[in-house]
């Protein structure tokens, strides 16, 4: 059943923030748990983890902080759409978010989307307007079960590149 849908929770980033990594619109179980990537299925939080070796966070304290330690914000391309349960693909009548207040307040040397659909919107919505062209990482979602954990933590290893240079 497609539904229109708000986005409802904070992005997480800081004034040392050097990159933002944008997903499409949190999933049913993410938004009900009011927090990034919550379906237990979903590898984003293992993955960001192998990426930086350390512990797989269980928390949101404990997540809010690898992010903030590595300089990375979070937050979604889509502010409200009409979607069937997370199914990027049902999305229609997209409304993308606001990002002036974390380019303002960051200094964001890369913007990173998560999944084609993720960055095909931010693509058409955002590139233009805000002068970034986005770096497509594949989707940690469960219906990317073609990928395996090593091939995800593999890409993702390009948010450990000097991102500070600038």
């Not at 980033?13 to 919550?38: C, E, H, V």
């Not at 062209?133 to 948010?159: G, H, R, V």
Request: net charge positive.
């Amino acid at each position: 059943m497609t539904t229109y849908t708000t986005h409802t929770i904070a992005p997480i980033y800081d004034q040392n923030s050097k990159i933002l990594i944008l997903g499409t619109m949190p999933s049913p179980k993410s938004r009900s748990a009011g927090f990034y990537y919550s379906h237990p299925q979903n590898r984003f939080w293992k993955t960001i983890a192998e990426v930086f070796c350390v512990q797989t966070p269980a928390t949101i304290e404990e997540k809010t902080n690898l992010l903030l330690t590595h300089s990375i914000a979070l937050w979604d391309v889509l502010a409200a759409c009409k979607i069937s349960g997370a199914d990027d693909s049902s999305i229609k009548d997209a409304v993308v978010n606001d990002f002036t207040k974390i380019f303002e307040t960051a200094n964001i040397q890369a913007v990173f989307t998560t999944g084609k659909k993720a960055t095909a919107l931010f693509e058409k919505h955002c590139e233009n307007k805000y002068g970034y062209k986005p770096i497509y990482l594949p989707s940690t979602s469960p219906a990317n079960c073609k990928m395996s954990q090593q091939e995800l933590t593999s890409a993702y290893k390009i948010l450990r590149r000097d991102w500070y240079a600038n």
